[in-house]
C-alpha cells in the first residue's frame, strides 16, 4: 500500500449471501465503494458537498478479481490506496482480505474521475493536491 493507505473493517450480513451462501458478487462492490466513500471523507472531501457545487466524481471502469467467497458472520478488512492513473483519472486499489487469516477475497481496481457542471472531465484542486 502506498501514501494514501486506508482501512475499514466489516462484517457480512446474512441479506447479503446467495442461494449458495456466499456473498454475491455485486455486494463486493457496494463494500468497495463504501470504504472510498469513508476514505474521501477521511481527508476532507464531502460527496455531497462535491455533487451540490456542480462537480460528480463518477466511475469509469471497475476491474475485480475473486479470489475467495465470503460468507455470512464472516469479518473482513478493506484496503485502500489512492493513486493517479492519468492526467484527468485517479484509481482506487482496493484489496478485501478475510480476517483473521487476512486470505485474500477480492482484488480491485476502480478508475474515476471528476466531472465538471458542463460535464467534462477534470481534477479539482483538493485531488489534484493528493495525486502528487
Given at each position: 500500500?502506498?501514501?494514501?493507505?486506508?482501512?475499514?473493517?466489516?462484517?457480512?450480513?446474512d441479506?447479503?449471501?446467495?442461494?449458495?451462501?456466499?456473498?454475491?458478487?455485486?455486494?463486493?462492490?457496494?463494500?468497495l465503494?463504501?470504504?472510498?466513500?469513508?476514505?474521501?471523507?477521511?481527508?476532507?472531501?464531502?460527496?455531497?458537498?462535491?455533487?451540490?457545487?456542480?462537480?460528480?466524481?463518477?466511475v469509469?471502469?471497475?476491474?475485480?478479481?475473486?479470489?475467495?467467497?465470503?460468507?455470512?458472520?464472516?469479518?473482513?478488512?478493506?484496503?485502500?490506496?489512492?493513486?493517479?492513473?492519468?492526467?484527468?483519472?485517479?484509481?482506487?486499489?482496493?484489496?478485501?482480505?478475510?480476517l483473521?487469516?487476512?486470505?485474500?477475497?477480492?482484488?480491485?481496481?476502480?478508475?474515476?474521475?471528476?466531472?465538471?457542471?458542463?460535464?467534462?472531465?477534470y481534477?479539482?484542486?483538493?485531488?489534484?493536491?493528493?495525486?502528487?
Amino acid at each position: 500500500m502506498g501514501s494514501h493507505a486506508f482501512s475499514h473493517e466489516m462484517a457480512v450480513r446474512d441479506y447479503e449471501c446467495d442461494i449458495q451462501g456466499i456473498v454475491n458478487n455485486g455486494v463486493y462492490q457496494n463494500y468497495l465503494e463504501h470504504v472510498r466513500h469513508l476514505y474521501l471523507k477521511s481527508i476532507g472531501i464531502d460527496f455531497a458537498e462535491y455533487t451540490r457545487s456542480g462537480i460528480n466524481l463518477v466511475v469509469v471502469r471497475a476491474e475485480l478479481d475473486y479470489k475467495l467467497p465470503l460468507t455470512s458472520g464472516d469479518r473482513f478488512r478493506v484496503d485502500l490506496d489512492f493513486v493517479r492513473q492519468s492526467r484527468l483519472r485517479f484509481a482506487f486499489d482496493q484489496a478485501i482480505l478475510r480476517l483473521p487469516d487476512e486470505k485474500p477475497v477480492l482484488a480491485a481496481r476502480i478508475i474515476g474521475t471528476a466531472l465538471n457542471a458542463r460535464g467534462r472531465p477534470y481534477l479539482p484542486a483538493e485531488l489534484e493536491a493528493l495525486l502528487v
